[in-house]
């Protein structure tokens, strides 16, 4: 099964049928996104990718400066599709719950890209970490059951709840587990009121 967002990169990327032959942006995103979610970032190279297109490298050079580019570009529409349509869906009444809930489902539906974005190490995996937790202090600072709360709080309940769902979602990309709303729903709120009553919490990263 695809993601939600798969259409940010099918939709304006049809490079394999394309009777054209000019090789666009969208066409190289596109390309990106077929070898990152079936081989992961080690196959992330300008050969890869335009072997995919089944073209040469030049056209990769040409509409983008280096690798580095291209991959933070990849990684930016990811997020983006991350933010507005996974992280969107709705399934309590609870924005760090639906959190949870999303993150285990994109996971458990799309695990190599899963995987390749939130597990495996690459260049991008600071970027991605920032990203995470920077979705989850706007979600819960414009939320009045979570806003109030102090920061030592906010960052203590982000902690454990991302390592918590990291764990989730690593079992159920690799089908070990089925966990389902209800459960999910369970484990997150007894974490979230023991980071509360114990926010002494700390991870080095």
């Known amino acids: 099964m695809q993601c939600s967002y798969y259409k940010h990169f099918k939709n304006k990327g049809e490079i394999f ?24 970032f080690s196959g992330f190279t300008a050969r890869n990718i335009a072997n995919k297109m089944k ?4 056209p990769i050079y040409l509409e983008f400066k280096n690798m580095d580019e291209l991959r933070n570009v990849f990684i930016d529409r990811v997020t983006a599709g991350l933010r507005n349509e996974v992280y969107e869906r709705r399934f309590t009444d609870d924005c760090i719950v639906d959190l949870t809930i999303n993150y285990v489902k994109f996971a458990s539906e799309n695990s190599v890209f899963y995987k390749s ?32 709360l102090s920061t030592e709080v906010k960052e203590a309940i982000f902690t ?34 023991m980071s509360i009553e114990h926010p002494d919490v700390t991870l080095t990263r």
């Open 55 to 58: 073209t040469s490298t030049q």
């Open 17 to 40: 049928m394309a009777r054209k032959k000019t090789i666009t942006r969208e066409h190289i995103l596109a390309a990106v996104y077929e070898v990152v979610s079936t081989e992961g």
């Open 117 to 148: 974005l939130f597990v495996d190490n690459h260049e991008s995996g600071e970027k991605l970490n920032k990203f995470s937790h920077d979705l989850f202090f706007e979600k819960v600072n414009s939320d009045e059951k979570y806003s109030k």
């Open 160 to 193: 454990n709840c991302w390592v918590m769902s990291v764990g989730l979602s690593s079992l159920a990309a690799s089908k070990r587990a089925n966990p389902t709303n209800e459960e999910l729903e369970h484990m997150i709120k007894n974490m979230i009121n």
